[in-house]
């Protein structure tokens, strides 16, 4: 399980719109705080095929929440739901 929280810069940088940037994309203006980002869980699993091979998988879904879900980037043109999904080999020398 994890959460990150987001500083007021970082929340400036990549969640507000500006009357530039709403001039541009069409966005409503908006001015995001800092606070909590989102909450997540993650999912990693190693199986051993043999002596030397293993694989590796990763899940992930993370839900943005407050200012971070609130802003025009993700609620007109994102989604509050984030996923990652990742497979992998692994060769381990003897």
Not at 29 to 44: K, L
Not at 64 to 87: H, K, T
Request: glycine content about 12%; charged content about 15%; overall charge negative.
């Amino acid at each position: 399980l994890s959460t990150t929280y987001m500083s007021g810069s970082y929340a400036d940088s990549y969640f507000d719109i500006s009357a530039a940037g709403n001039a541009a994309s069409g966005l409503s203006v908006f001015d995001a705080d800092n606070g909590f980002r989102d909450v997540g869980i993650t999912f990693v699993a190693n199986y051993e095929l043999n002596e030397n091979w293993s694989v590796n998988g990763v899940g992930s879904f993370t839900r943005l929440i407050g200012d971070a879900a609130a802003s025009p980037i993700v609620a007109e043109r994102g989604s509050s739901n984030q996923f990652l999904g990742g497979l992998g080999f692994s060769y381990t020398f003897k």
